[in-house]
């Protein structure tokens, strides 16, 4: 996948269309996403949001049932061709859940994890991947002394920090966040935040986020998804002070529903 010859779409999704058995989840969903920047979701409870999101990298596509029509375009291929290589796809597209999941192993071997099934074993290469991934989410100095201890043993939002270094130590192109701060206190949120902000330098990050204040606050242009269909999507103050669709106002103002 040479993302180099790129347009500045990273991706470029086309009538995207998935069922979950007979549920229409996604509706012809025309999506272009820009490279280094942020680009959030917003949408009731169930419109689709992160099935979107689990798309992208089809972390949805092993689920019984489901079935999904249109494009991806991802680094100039439609990744829903049958022939795309899921291993190599996760490598460039990352993720991060809702809660930090950390495996039950130690800080290190968490974060080598990703560059270990991608098959570098020297130390030393591992070392720098490892210490680079855990400086770029300014988790490195408060772990430096413990990296064989217990990632479960880390608060939550250090958990959190922790992902995100396993997903940027394959070094990928995109992160895709999935309601990253949802289970943090306000002082961990901020920090999440405030990373997400220094990392679209690097990559380009896609996050669903429940909380409107968070998309206005870190996102570059916002997507508003109502029932499956992509109603709005536009620049993030556009969005937030004059939105074109009478539902995305609704929405944002608080009267939806
Ligand atoms: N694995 C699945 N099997 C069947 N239906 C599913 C599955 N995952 C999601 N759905 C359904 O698809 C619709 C969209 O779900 P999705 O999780 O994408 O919404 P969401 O906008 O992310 O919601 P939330 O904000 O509550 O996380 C919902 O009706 C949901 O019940």
């Not at 500045?8 to 996604?26: Q, S, T």
Request: proline share 4%.
């Amino acid at each position: 996948m040479a993302i180099q010859t790129l347009t500045r779409n990273i991706f470029d999704v086309k009538d995207l269309n998935l069922w979950y058995g007979d549920h229409h989840a996604l509706k012809g969903v025309y999506f272009p996403i820009q490279k280094k920047e942020v680009t959030a979701m917003i949408g009731p409870s169930g419109c689709g949001k992160s099935t979107f999101l689990k798309t992208l990298n089809l972390m949805n596509k092993m689920i019984p049932n489901v079935k999904i029509t249109g494009e991806v375009n991802f680094a100039g291929q439609n990744i829903l061709h049958s022939k795309t290589d899921l291993v190599e796809l996760r490598k460039h597209v990352g993720m991060v859940f809702q809660k930090g999941n950390p495996f039950p192993q130690s800080i290190y071997d968490n974060v080598a994890y990703g560059p270990r099934i991608h098959g570098i074993k020297k130390k030393k290469h591992l070392d720098e991947l490892v210490i680079k991934a855990l400086m770029d989410v300014a988790l490195w100095n408060e772990v430096k002394d413990r990296l064989n201890a217990p990632a479960l043993g880390l608060s939550g939002g250090q958990q959190q920090r922790l992902c995100i270094a396993r997903a940027l130590a394959t070094k990928p192109d995109v992160l895709l966040m999935d309601e990253p701060t949802s289970a943090l206190d306000p002082i961990s949120t901020l920090k999440i935040e405030e990373l997400i902000f220094e990392l679209k330098e690097k990559y380009t990050i896609v996050i669903v986020t429940h909380n409107m204040q968070q998309a206005a606050r870190v996102s570059d242009r916002t997507a508003f998804f109502l029932m499956g269909e992509l109603i709005e999507f536009a620049e993030t103050s556009k969005i937030f002070s004059t939105p074109k669709d009478s539902r995305t106002e609704d929405y944002i103002t608080g009267r939806f529903g």
